[in-house]
């Protein structure tokens, strides 16, 4: 039923009215405050309602807060300086985009005039926006059954996932390779579209082999196909590098970020490309985006990136993921309903033999005061803020295994 004239994603309702949030808390309108491990769902990095980036929201309001798309404001320029003084040194062009969802349809559209070509290869069981172009990307049609037909020419592959899988990693790897190369060799797709090894967006955090991107990308060169990478999720520290990219240290040919671009302070969405193709592409791709990169959501993301620079947050995400899941390994791993434990960095997913279970242990955390999230029948996908403190990571890894433990019976 529809209530507060509000359609809500992911829930029939919504899940609790939120009273305020600060750094690793948030609390409930009862007053209930609860240890945070969403950050909204990789959105708030650094901490709920950050002062410094908030500080810096409000100076940039005082000065302008908008400028019309044919115009520039000196915060666009310096953010976008930022931005690509902080990628490899390839990628140095940037469309204006409000999230996820276009600047993944700006990765297509450039794709698709760059090379001349139409298909677009994606994995089953990724998520890369609510458009028509994106869901076609990964959404099964099952889901998609009452809007469909989606875009044609889109071609979806599985994931190589190391989890439920009785092969061996070099095995699902070299298997995966065939398949791609199968589809490649006819030098008819214009990209791939993926995350750096991880599924973030729909909600298994699927994991790849090592070397699945070095591999993607060997084989899309080999074919003149592009890669586009979605660092929506990966992006900003979440991953123990400040972006996914850097794990296997690959170049995309576009990569799209969004998410914890400005902590969660405004919609800002980006999509990174090197010289060569925008050149070739802008005046073919239409990029308008009214609200693209406003004055305040440049603000916001120039400090948000500053602080990630500043206090390499990134290391920090990386030895908070392996206290993270060595942690949660040693506690629940023996624990019958648990299959598996696995992540990169500070995403990290719990996944259980029997879904029933998982909204039980999501709703229990929450009244004993953690807020967790799932979007996939058997598995929760931790990601905490990557400033979490050490006491706070403690006790909400407290919470859940306790939770867990009392839902489920030991071997
Ligand atoms: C990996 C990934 N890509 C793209 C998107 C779409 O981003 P947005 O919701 O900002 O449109 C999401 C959103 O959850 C995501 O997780």
Known sequence: MIKNNIIYSGYPEWRFNVLKAKGDYIWDKTGKRMIDFTSGWNVTNLGWNNPEISDAVIKQIKKSTYVPMWTADDVQNEYAKLLVQSLPKELNVI?????????????????????????????????????????????????????????????????????????????????????????????????????????????????????????????TKKYGALLILDEVGTGFSRCGKLYGMEIENVVPDIATFAKGSSNGVAAIGTMVTTTKIAEKTHRLTNLISTFGWTSVACAAAL??????????????????????????????????????????????????????????????????????????????????????????LNKGIDILVTVIKSLVKKT
């Not at 439920?164 to 095995?171: A, I, L, Q, R, Y």
């Not at 506690?331 to 997913?349: C, H, P, S, T």
């Open 95 to 219: 469309g204006k985009a409000t999230g996820g969802t276009e600047a993944n349809e700006e990765a297509i559209k450039t794709a698709r005039a760059y090379t001349k070509r139409k298909k677009i290869v994606g994995f089953k069981n990724a998520y890369h926006g609510q458009s028509f172009g994106t869901l076609a990307i990964g959404f099964l049609p099952k889901y998609v059954k009452s809007i469909s037909p989606l875009v044609d020419d889109f071609i979806q592959i599985e994931y190589p996932k190391l989890f439920d899988n009785k092969k061996s990693p070099e095995e699902i790897l070299y298997e995966f390779g065939q398949k791609l190369e199968k589809i490649l060799v006819k030098e008819d797709v214009a990209a791939i579209v993926t995350e750096a090894g991880i599924i973030t967006g729909w909600g298994s955090t699927y994991v790849a082999p090592k070397g699945f991107l070095t591999l993607v990308r060997k084989l």
């Open 303 to 392: 400090k948000t990136l500053q602080i990630h620079q500043r206090d390499k947050i990134w290391l920090k995400s990386a030895k908070d993921g392996k206290y993270l899941i060595e942690t949660l390994r040693k506690e629940l791993l023996d624990v019958k309903q648990v299959a598996d434990i696995r992540g990169i960095g500070m995403e990290v997913g719990v996944s259980f033999k029997k879904d029933k279970i998982v909204n039980e242990i999501v709703q229990k955390a929450e009244d004993n005061g953690l807020h967790i999230v799932s979007d996939n029948e058997r598995n929760i996908q931790l990601m905490p803020p990557l400033t979490i403190s050490r006491e706070n």
